[in-house]
């Protein structure tokens, strides 16, 4: 029936209460006769009108006290939010490679804040994160990452960029920064076929320039007496590795 | 060694962490749930890389705190096939050697993927490769330098204390994300054979 119902009924009261008007002219005192009818009239709808609306609309509604509020509660009083919360979802189980530079930035930025924020304003900084970030800065400062920045990143990818080299080569390049033959030959893969020995020769070179380290000077020293061994211990080991393998 | 992987959840920010700025404290949530934690299939998480994006966040009814859904790039160690990383030696028996990266170390390197010629020394406990004459010891602590054939990822329940002991540490015996790796290679091995 709905609340509009009130609003007819009340409309036909008013008409009753008009035609009460025409009714009694005939009586002896109509004054008192209307008077009567009218205030029978509109008392009477008042009582039913607003024990309707109050039965249409409680204002205090009764509840079971065996089940959870959150699951009864009308929804046209509260937005739609599901009790139930989605799981965690994996949308690109591999975005992009990152560099070993990339990642101890990141953990660097995060240890200097925990540095930074006085322990007493803020409860302990979780253990995980803690062991991860000591941990994972410790293992990198050991790599040649140290010492590299954005810009020498970028210049390493330009420059190699003529030469054929996979993402993956290029990011090994860059995290291990091969210094030798032999190391180049692990991470370039078919490195005899798809290189020559000038233009292996030619990528240690343009790295040594890309990426500076320390460590160069003293290296170049033992270069003249180690190459030539390394490199011939490579080639032996390499003849045995392919027959093992043929 | 790292990759980016995207993932999307929705984490809580109570309301003590209200006066941090609303990124800040979302950045601490993700790293509370998941650094240093292996999820299954993807890696090991370290920390997160950025937020790529923050809806407004609700307030679920008889609690307490935000609920926001967050779409967010977090950094993984999940290193590829074929990929040369180094670490060094943690320990060494008959079945191969174990190996370390400080943050990660369920390295293995079984005996079938040594050096042609490498033999287990059981008197001193460590693994010898014999080559051109030279005995070369791959002792323990030293840097070596590997290459992964395989990562494996198990799923495991959680870790469980032994029931009666009160004070015993959960010791989960399977790793959720190992490594099989080779130096079987020329350039492989110990650091200061190829320098």
């Given at each position: 029936?709905?609340?509009?119902l009130v609003?007819?009924?009340?409309?036909?009261?008013?008409?009753?209460c008009?035609?009460?008007l025409?009714?009694?002219?005939?009586?002896?005192?109509?004054?008192?006769?209307r008077?009567?009818?009218i205030l029978t009239l509109?008392c009477c709808y008042?009582?039913?009108?607003?024990?309707y609306?109050?039965?249409?609309?409680p204002?205090?509604?009764?509840?079971?006290?065996?089940?959870r509020?959150?699951?009864?509660?009308?929804?046209?009083?509260?937005?739609?939010?599901?009790p139930?919360r989605?799981?965690m979802?994996?949308l690109?189980?591999?975005?992009a490679?990152l560099?070993n530079?990339?990642v101890?930035?990141?953990?660097?930025e995060?240890s200097?804040?925990h540095?930074k924020?006085?322990q007493s304003?803020?409860?302990k900084?979780?253990?995980?994160?803690?062991?991860?970030?000591?941990?994972?800065?410790?293992c990198l400062?050991?790599t040649?990452?140290?010492?590299?920045?954005a810009?020498?990143?970028?210049a390493?990818?330009?420059?190699?960029?003529?030469?054929?080299?996979?993402?993956a080569?290029?990011?090994?390049i860059?995290n291990?920064r091969?210094?030798?033959?032999v190391?180049?030959h692990?991470?370039?893969?078919e490195?005899?076929?798809?290189?020559?020995m000038?233009e292996?020769?030619?990528?240690?070179g343009?790295?040594?320039?890309?990426?500076?380290?320390?460590d160069?000077?003293?290296?170049?020293?033992?270069?003249?007496t180690d190459?030539?061994?390394?490199?011939s211990?490579?080639m032996?080991v390499d003849?045995?590795?392919?027959?093992?393998?043929a | 060694?790292?990759v980016?992987?995207v993932?999307?959840?929705?984490?809580k920010v109570?309301p003590s962490?209200?006066?941090?700025?609303?990124?800040?404290a979302?950045?601490?949530e993700i790293n509370?749930?998941?650094?240093?934690r292996v999820l299954?299939?993807?890696?090991?998480?370290m920390?997160?890389?950025?937020?790529?994006?923050i809806?407004?966040?609700?307030?679920?009814?008889s609690?307490?705190?935000?609920?926001v859904?967050v779409k967010f790039?977090m950094?993984?160690?999940?290193?590829?096939?074929d990929?040369?990383?180094t670490?060094?030696v943690?320990?060494?028996?008959?079945?191969?050697?174990?190996?370390?990266?400080?943050?990660?170390d369920?390295i293995?390197?079984?005996?079938?993927?040594m050096?042609?010629?490498?033999?287990?020394?059981?008197?001193?406990?460590?693994?010898?490769?014999?080559?051109e004459?030279?005995?070369?010891?791959?002792?323990?602590?030293?840097?070596?330098?590997?290459?992964?054939?395989?990562t494996?990822?198990?799923?495991?329940?959680?870790?469980?204390?032994?029931?009666?002991?009160v004070?015993?540490?959960?010791?989960?015996?399977v790793?959720?994300?190992s490594?099989a790796?080779?130096i079987?290679?020329?350039?492989?091995?110990?650091?200061?054979?190829?320098d």
């Open positions: 029936m709905g609340g509009a609003f007819w009924v009340g409309i036909a009261i008013c008409g009753l008009v035609g009460a025409f009714t009694f002219r005939s009586m002896a005192d109509p004054t008192l006769w008077t009567c009818a509109s008042l009582m039913w009108a607003i024990t609306l109050a039965q249409l609309h204002i205090i509604v009764p509840k079971r006290d065996d089940l509020i959150d699951l009864y509660i009308r929804l046209e009083f509260y937005p739609q939010r599901t139930r989605p799981d979802e994996v690109d189980r591999q975005e490679l560099t530079y990339e101890l930035l990141v953990l660097r995060e200097d804040r540095k924020t006085p304003a803020q409860p900084c979780p253990e995980n994160v803690t062991t991860v970030v000591f941990e994972a800065i410790e400062s050991g040649p990452c140290t010492s590299q920045s810009e020498q990143i970028a390493l990818k330009s420059q190699l960029a003529g030469l054929e080299l996979t993402k080569e290029l990011l090994q860059a291990l091969p210094k030798s033959l190391e180049l692990l991470i370039i893969e490195c005899g076929e798809r290189f020559t000038e292996l020769e030619q990528l240690l343009l790295i040594r320039e890309t990426l500076p380290r320390d160069d000077s003293r290296g170049a020293e033992q270069d003249g190459e030539g061994g390394g490199a211990a490579a032996d003849s045995a590795g392919d027959g093992e393998e | 060694m790292f980016l992987v993932l999307r959840d929705t984490l109570v962490e209200f006066t941090k700025p609303r990124e800040q979302l950045r601490d509370r749930k998941y650094a240093n299954h299939d993807i890696g090991l998480c920390l997160v890389h950025d937020l790529l994006d809806d407004e966040g609700y307030v679920q009814h609690e307490g705190w935000l609920w859904k790039r950094i993984v160690f999940r290193p590829f096939r990929e040369v990383l670490g060094w943690r320990s060494a028996n008959a079945g191969g050697i174990e190996v370390s990266m400080g943050f990660f369920d293995k390197i079984s005996a079938s993927h050096p042609e010629g490498s033999t287990y020394d059981g008197a001193e406990g460590v693994w010898v490769w014999r080559y004459g030279n005995e070369l010891y791959i002792d323990l602590e030293e840097p070596i330098r590997f290459r992964v054939l395989e494996s990822f198990l799923e495991v329940s959680p870790p469980r204390p032994e029931i009666g002991e004070d015993s540490v959960p010791v989960s015996q790793p959720p994300f490594l790796c080779t079987a290679d020329s350039g492989l091995g110990l650091l200061s054979w190829w």
